[in-house]
T-cell receptor
Framework: EPEVTQTPSHQVTQMGQEVILRCVPI?????FYWYRQILGQKVEFLVS????????KSEIFDDQFSVERPDGSNFTLKIRSTKLEDSAMYFC??????????FGEGSRLTVL | DQQVKQNSPSLSVQEGRISILNCDYT??????FLWYKKYPAEGPTFLIS?????DKNEDGRFTVFLNKSAKHLSLHIVPSQPGDSAVYFC???????????FGGGTRLMVKP
């Protein structure tokens, strides 16, 4: 069964460092998303991406964040200068057009 | 922002009985609702969905009910099994390809 894959599964970084989280969405999907879940809190929308551009973003997704689809398969989330409060599970998701989102297993980011 | 709310943080049910998980929403623009199941350290897994043109959707042991006038949906699991123990999130969205807004989750514990 096709699935969304994410790397790394866990990343530990120092505050102020840049982090790139990688995702390979399901191959025939057209819409791509990043969500995050801070420990004990709800799953929060960060950004959606369609047709090689951001279609929607939340208030969390400030100019420290960026997304890119550098080739036909990868979808990356970059945090330029990490803060302690960026520590969370980051989930990539994709969908074909309408219907349910398929989520990856998540990348845990720990900022020290 | 509490557009989607799950008022019960946890629910404990005996194996074989019915589990009923509830979700309320405030945004009348939402026209598509989903339930996701999440185990620790994993991404959310899609369970079942319903569009606003329906009031019930059933898939095996899982049934979702939608009451648009009350802006309320519920997930029924019958019969409940110990493997159903997880955190359940309801999510809502509108317009194809748009983001989903998640509730805070309900931890379901099914006791053998």
């Amino acid at each position: 069964e096709p699935e969304v894959t994410q790397t790394p599964s866990h990343q530990v970084t120092q505050m102020g460092q840049e982090v790139i989280l990688r995702c390979v969405p399901i191959s025939n999907h057209l819409y791509f998303y990043w969500y995050r879940q801070i420990l004990g809190q709800k799953v929060e929308f960060l950004v959606s991406f369609y047709n090689n551009e951001i279609s929607e973003k939340s208030e969390i997704f400030d100019d420290q964040f960026s997304v890119e689809r550098p080739d036909g398969s990868n979808f990356t989330l970059k945090i330029r200068s990490t803060k302690l409060e960026d520590s969370a599970m980051y989930f990539c998701a994709s969908r074909i057009h309408t219907g349910e989102l398929f989520f990856g297993e998540g990348s845990r980011l720990t900022v020290l | 922002d509490q557009q989607v709310k799950q008022n019960s943080p946890s629910l404990s049910v005996q194996e074989g009985r019915i589990s009923i998980l509830n979700c309320d929403y405030t945004n009348s623009m939402f026209d598509y609702f989903l339930w996701y199941k999440k185990y620790p350290a994993e991404g959310p897994t899609f369970l079942i969905s319903i569009s606003s043109i329906k009031d019930k959707n059933e898939d095996g042991r899982f049934t979702v009910f939608l009451n648009k006038s009350a802006k309320h949906l519920s997930l029924h699991i019958v019969p409940s099994q110990p493997g159903d123990s997880a955190v359940y999130f309801c999510a809502a969205g509108y317009n194809a390809g748009n983001m989903l807004t998640f509730g805070g989750g309900t931890r379901l514990m099914v006791k053998p």
